[in-house]
């Protein structure tokens, strides 16, 4: 996983509330089974006016010339609500999005975004108003590091758990951190496979 540290780009706003998994990353593109090429299929149902994702939606933000190549996504409350499928994730990611930043999280959807090191900041509707109301062309810097979103107008902080921000700034996943027990994990089962094979079993019943 790619570690996060500093992060620096623009930003576009959807600031509806219950943005849910199914109109970040609709249901019938989840056969794909590789995590790249989401991207074109994130928000497919309102960012397209077709079914072959041919014909741009000019209404949806995403869409707008000024946006592109925005890489935070700024939103409202309860952020990818419904399905449990990681493939939301991926489909920002692929997009181009390192950061988001909402209200508040449905938990899976924030653990989903831990494991794949796209980073999911909580911020009061005020902070994520006056980010949505900056000009299209300003760039801003997301630092893990110190914890703070800055912008030529201001410096919000944002609050993150210690363990998740270790995680990220050091691109560790969960199957990263166990591996690095792997010796230990080794060491345990080979313990419990001797003792419940069946030959040692009878010889020490014998």
């Given at each position: 996983?790619?570690?996060?540290?500093?992060?620096?780009?623009?930003?576009?706003?959807?600031?509806?509330?219950?943005?849910?998994?199914?109109?970040?990353?609709?249901?019938?593109?989840?056969?794909?089974?590789?995590?790249?090429?989401?991207?074109?299929?994130?928000?497919?149902?309102?960012?397209?006016?077709?079914?072959?994702?041919?014909?741009?939606?000019?209404?949806?933000?995403?869409?707008?010339?000024?946006?592109q190549?925005?890489?935070?996504?700024?939103?409202?409350?309860?952020?990818?609500?419904?399905?449990?499928r990681?493939?939301?994730?991926w489909?920002?990611?692929?997009?181009?999005?390192?950061?988001?930043i909402?209200?508040?999280?449905?938990?899976?959807?924030?653990?989903?975004?831990?494991?794949?090191?796209?980073?999911?900041?909580?911020?009061?509707?005020?902070?994520?108003v006056?980010?949505?109301?900056?000009?299209?062309?300003?760039?801003?810097?997301?630092?893990?590091?110190?914890?703070?979103?800055?912008?030529?107008?201001?410096?919000?902080?944002?609050?993150?758990?210690?363990?998740?921000?270790?995680?990220?700034?050091?691109?560790?996943?969960?199957?990263?951190?166990?591996?690095?027990?792997?010796?230990?994990?080794?060491?345990?089962?080979?313990?419990?496979?001797?003792?419940?094979?069946?030959?040692?079993?009878?010889?020490?019943?014998?």
């Amino acid at each position: 996983m790619k570690p996060f540290t500093v992060h620096k780009g623009r930003l576009v706003a959807l600031m509806n509330d219950g943005i849910n998994t199914d109109q970040l990353m609709p249901s019938r593109y989840l056969s794909h089974i590789e995590k790249k090429g989401f991207g074109k299929f994130l928000f497919a149902n309102w960012r397209y006016l077709d079914d072959e994702e041919s014909v741009p939606n000019p209404d949806f933000p995403l869409n707008y010339p000024e946006h592109q190549g925005a890489s935070i996504l700024v939103a409202g409350d309860n952020f990818a609500g419904g399905s449990s499928r990681e493939h939301a994730v991926w489909g920002l990611m692929d997009y181009g999005f390192r950061v988001v930043i909402a209200g508040n999280y449905n938990d899976i959807f924030y653990n989903n975004s831990l494991q794949n090191g796209l980073l999911a900041i909580t911020l009061p509707k005020e902070e994520r108003v006056a980010l949505s109301e900056l000009p299209p062309e300003t760039e801003i810097t997301v630092n893990l590091e110190t914890q703070t979103i800055e912008t030529p107008e201001a410096t919000y902080h944002f609050d993150i758990n210690q363990e998740n921000r270790h995680k990220l700034l050091h691109g560790i996943d969960d199957i990263t951190q166990t591996l690095e027990y792997d010796g230990v994990i080794s060491a345990y089962e080979h313990k419990w496979n001797d003792f419940y094979q069946p030959q040692d079993r009878a010889e020490r019943q014998a």
